[in-house]
């Protein structure tokens, strides 16, 4: 298929991108500088010109697609992400920048669009499984996510599809992680929440693929990552990787300041993928967490050090 991506060099764009590449697809990958470009040219792609807001760029990039895949966001790491201001750019690219992204798919006759979001928005549940039937909890961190699905499923229609993936945490070697792993290493709380409660993950190695299963999927909405995981153990393969016997939790102060951007990050989601298991076929290289998931970023930040 001819494919185009919109965020691709973010962390689940350039996964797709590769992804895409490796599986023999033509990609044109919207490039914001000639260095991005320089990038997403060495991975096999095509690089375009052009700029997300500006719907007649975004339609001439179109022209000639199948399918595209927004994976456009901009999410800040680190303790930027407890100030509401820094999320604005991110916002922004889930509201209008969806908006754009559909209007020129549809100008365009593409057939098939492709909205990354986040398992985030689900309402805790506790102990109880979560599919995409579940509730939703929508405040003023989710909303924007929530915006990008409702687009993504007006696009649809007899003749157009429309696929929402919404990805569980995601943990690899990417910007958070190495953040988390760096603030293991200095032994700072980094649990959110309740020990007890569910985590939904994702490997970074995954990412890519469910986009490309994306590509036969029926319209609809999709959970996609491994299988969950408690919040302790989770906190606990930071410890170990960095070699410190625990981890503490973060206090109400911390959350308080967060406010409503970290609350998400507290819920109980115990997700479950199986529904786009069942609808593509696929299933996760790195389907349960362990400490090795942390070895990718760990050796990053190294290097760095």
């Not at 375009?48 to 022209?63: H, I, K, Q, T």
């Not at 599809?161 to 700072?188: K, N, S």
């Not at 969950?228 to 410890?239: F, H, S």
Request: proline share 4%; aromatic share 6%.
């Amino acid at each position: 298929m001819k494919v185009a991506v919109v965020g691709a060099t973010g962390v689940v764009g350039s996964a797709t991108v590769r992804a895409l590449v490796g599986s023999g697809h033509d990609v044109f990958a919207l490039a914001r500088t000639h260095d991005k470009g320089t990038l997403l040219e060495s991975w096999g792609a095509t690089a375009v010109p052009a700029d997300l807001f500006d719907r007649g760029s975004l339609v001439a990039m179109f022209e000639g697609c199948d399918v595209v895949v927004n994976a456009a966001t901009r999410i800040p790491v680190g303790l930027r992400a407890l100030r509401s201001s820094a999320w604005r750019e991110n916002d922004r690219l889930r509201t209008a920048g969806a908006r754009t992204v559909a209007e020129a798919a549809r100008a365009a006759h593409v057939r098939r669009v492709i909205q990354e979001s986040v398992s985030l928005v689900y309402a805790d549940q506790g102990e109880s499984w979560i599919d995409e039937q579940s509730p939703l909890d929508i405040n003023g961190a989710t909303e924007p996510s929530c915006v990008a699905e409702s687009v993504a499923q007006d696009f649809q229609s007899d003749l157009r599809q429309g696929v929402v993936l919404r990805f569980g945490t995601i943990v690899g070697d990417d910007p958070m992680t190495r953040f988390y792993l760096e603030a293991a290493r200095r032994g700072r709380a980094i649990g959110l929440g309740s020990p007890e409660g569910w985590v939904h993950p994702v490997h970074t190695d995954d990412l890519g693929t469910a986009v490309v299963a994306a590509l036969g999927a029926p319209s609809g909405v999709y959970n996609v990552g491994a299988a969950p995981v408690r919040r302790r153990e989770l906190v606990q393969g930071y410890a170990d990787i960095v070699g410190r016997r625990s981890l503490a939790f973060a206090g109400p102060l911390l959350r308080r300041f967060g406010g409503a951007r970290t609350e998400p990050a507290t819920r109980s989601l115990r997700v479950t993928s199986e529904h786009f298991r069942a609808s593509t076929g696929w299933t996760p290289r790195r389907d349960e967490f362990d400490v090795s998931w942390l070895e990718g970023a760990q050796m990053a930040t190294r290097a760095v050090r």
